[in-house]
């Protein structure tokens, strides 16, 4: 049995390694087009930023060492363009001395990977612009010299880029088209990670897009679509990605918007051919996810359906759906998520509710306590729909936690449930994770009613339960403050207010990350008031708010 593997790196060299510990007799060719093989692509960028020193530490093998390890024929700068699915063959073009071959095989597996996307920028030929996909990439972005870096995008190359030149002491602009960095992250999660970028020194742009590049002696200037104009000495484009399958398409095999379509173990529509990696996408998936993880695992799985194929067995086990279970760094912040996100939940149509919690990461009388910022998607039956974390420590547990339960098909109320490990430096008895759940269950049992920060406006009655030191440090217009101790002594004076000025519609309970509040919230509901509390308290209003909270919170006594 002859397999040829197209691309190395995550997919093609997991599936490789893995088809080889099942049969020792296959004949096992892999293609790279590049000269690396085997490289740590996510390390990348942490080389440009000086993290990293020695660049051979960025590849992982070669292929020598593929070769007297597992017996494999690797074949570098070697680019296949055609794929003959009737003959069982590829065609391959030697990218250094143009040779063309003719190669036969039983099963291909396409792991082709994708391409930097190019928008349509004049000027986006400019030497000074660089992408940040390749190990190439990465040694010349490290040698770029200058001082000043201009990053188009603001997905997680994006961010890492601009974090690493910035590192590097260049003056960073970041530029996003969305209305905020992170495009996958919810916008009160997105706000903090533009506040700590702008700690760094970073200049975030959000909101436009570049629209021209103008080449200089001695720098470029980049136009935004809102006029302005910035210096750059380093451009890093960081737009997005492609499917690099023009050849696969050519040979017949179906895609969808540039991806090959495969079903649970990697079949294509031809057959005997396999994909897997950033250019594949399942049958019955929402949409690709080009993420190291899910292209490992796969290659692995589609290995296995090979293996059993020849056997004539059907053991394998299929490709299950990506979650996007992904994390970044942002100077001291951790950012990390897993499953849909708000755009995506309401383009299907499905009912959710949202919950906002801000507990530490560790007992609070242990020195060092920050908080664990958790935002989480439950659907109506309890499911957990996505997650999202932020903070400065703790995040990849969590966020590692909470995959792992919705992989299971747990409940967002089986997470109160979880017997997390504890000790005053790692948590706390009640974990995070622990406290999301009970705040989700209290919102399934009827317990609670949220109000999102979305849906406030400058004339929504608020029961401010804070001190009048928090409460004169800002707050929302319309608001009464008691602080939740008082409160059971006051209620007269909260039933004045309604009266006065609330009538019949409900108003919202807010403290200052939702635990004072929901002890309010139960006092004034057990009272027979019309009553919400708002989800995380003003901690997530501030940052729904981002750069408006200014304008639009009170400062004073009111």
């Known amino acids: 049995m002859r397999v040829v593997v197209v691309g190395g790196v995550a997919g093609g060299m997991s599936a490789a390694a893995r088809l080889r510990r099942r049969d020792e007799g296959a004949e096992i060719?892999?293609?790279?087009?590049?000269?690396?093989?085997?490289?740590?692509?996510?390390?990348?960028?942490?080389?440009?930023?000086?993290?990293?020193?020695?660049?051979?530490?960025?590849?992982?093998?070669?292929?020598?060492?593929?070769?007297?390890?597992?017996?494999?024929?690797?074949?570098?700068?070697?680019?296949?363009?055609?794929?003959?699915?009737?003959a069982h063959s590829v065609q391959v073009a030697n990218t250094e001395t143009r040779e063309v071959y003719t190669l036969t095989y039983d099963h291909l597996i396409l792991s082709p990977g994708a391409l930097a996307s190019r928008p349509p920028i004049d000027g986006l030929d400019s030497p000074r612009v660089h992408t940040l996909r390749t190990v190439d990439d990465a040694l010349a972005l490290r040698e770029a010299s200058g001082t000043r870096a201009v990053v188009l995008?603001?997905?997680?190359?994006?961010?890492?880029?601009?974090?690493?030149l910035a590192h590097r002491g260049?003056?960073?602009?970041?530029?996003?088209?969305?209305?905020?960095?992170?495009?996958?992250?919810?916008?009160?999660?997105?706000?903090?990670?533009?506040?700590?970028?702008r700690g760094l020194g970073v200049c975030v742009h959000a909101g436009v897009a570049a629209q021209t590049i103008t080449h200089g002696d001695d720098h470029d200037s980049v136009t935004l679509s809102d006029g302005t104009v910035l210096t750059a000495d380093v451009i890093v484009l960081s737009t997005g990605v492609r499917p690099d399958t023009v050849?696969?398409?050519?040979?017949?095999?179906?895609?969808?918007?540039?991806?090959?379509?495969?079903?649970?173990?990697?079949?294509?529509?031809?057959?005997?051919v396999y994909a897997v990696g950033d250019a594949a996408v399942g049958r019955d998936h929402d949409g690709p996810v080009a993420l190291a993880g899910p292209a490992n695992r796969g290659g692995r799985l589609v290995a296995d359906a090979i293996a059993d194929a020849e056997d004539s067995e059907a053991a394998a086990r299929p490709i299950p759906s990506p979650q996007g279970t992904a994390i970044v760094r942002i100077g001291s912040l951790t950012a990390a998520m897993t499953g849909a996100n708000r755009q995506a939940l309401d383009a299907s149509g499905a009912e959710y509710f949202t919950?906002?919690?801000?507990?530490?990461?560790?007992?609070?009388?242990?020195?060092?306590?920050?908080?664990?910022?958790?935002?989480?998607?439950?659907?109506?039956?309890?499911?957990?729909?996505?997650?999202?974390?932020?903070?400065?420590?703790?995040?990849?547990?969590?966020?590692?936690?909470?995959?792992?339960?919705?992989?299971?098909g747990l409940s967002a109320t089986d997470l109160i449930d979880l017997d997390l490990a504890y000790a005053p430096p790692y948590g706390q008895a009640k974990d995070p994770v622990n406290q999301t759940g009970m705040v989700a269950h209290?919102?399934?049992?009827?317990?609670?009613?949220?109000?999102?920060?979305?849906?406030?406006?400058?004339?929504?009655?608020?029961?401010?339960?804070?001190?009048?030191?928090?409460?004169?440090?800002?707050?929302?217009p319309n608001s009464l403050n008691i602080p939740h101790?008082?409160?059971?002594?006051?209620?007269?004076?909260?039933?004045?207010?309604?009266?006065?000025?609330?009538?019949?519609?409900?108003?919202?309970?807010m403290c200052a990350a939702g635990v004072r509040s929901w002890i309010g919230y139960r006092i004034v509901r057990h009272a027979g008031f019309n009553v919400t509390m708002l989800s995380g308290g003003i901690q997530t209003l501030r940052a729904w708010l981002g750069d408006r909270a200014e304008a639009v919170l009170v400062t004073g006594e009111g």
């Not at 990348?44 to 060492?65: F, M, N, Q, R, S």
């Not at 101790?485 to 309970?509: A, C, H, I, K, M």
């Open 247 to 272: 050849f696969a398409e050519a040979a017949g095999i179906e895609t969808s918007r540039g991806y090959i379509l495969v079903d649970e173990h990697g079949r294509t529509s031809v057959d005997d």
């Open 153 to 164: 995008g603001a997905g997680f190359i994006g961010i890492e880029a601009t974090e690493a």
């Open 485 to 509: 101790t008082q409160l059971r002594d006051r209620l007269d004076e909260v039933r004045t207010w309604v009266e006065t000025n609330v009538g019949d519609q409900p108003f919202v309970v």
């Open 442 to 476: 209290n919102v399934a049992t009827g317990e609670l009613v949220l109000t999102g920060p979305d849906a406030l406006t400058e004339a929504t009655p608020i029961l401010d339960v804070r001190t009048p030191g928090e409460y004169a440090a800002g707050h929302m």
């Open 29 to 86: 060719v892999v293609l790279e087009r590049s000269k690396y093989v085997s490289f740590a692509n996510c390390g990348l960028p942490y080389y440009v930023g000086g993290e990293i020193e020695d660049p051979a530490k960025l590849l992982l093998h070669t292929p020598h060492t593929l070769k007297a390890a597992l017996n494999l024929d690797v074949r570098i700068n070697s680019e296949v363009t055609a794929i003959n699915p009737s």
């Open 170 to 197: 260049f003056e960073t602009h970041l530029v996003e088209y969305a209305e905020h960095v992170l495009p996958p992250l919810e916008v009160e999660m997105a706000t903090l990670v533009t506040r700590e970028l």
């Open 355 to 408: 919950v906002h919690t801000h507990a530490n990461q560790h007992a609070g009388y242990f020195p060092g306590t920050k908080p664990v910022h958790i935002l989480m998607h439950v659907g109506a039956d309890g499911q957990i729909l996505g997650a999202q974390a932020v903070g400065a420590d703790g995040v990849d547990r969590r966020i590692d936690v909470i995959a792992t339960a919705m992989r299971a």
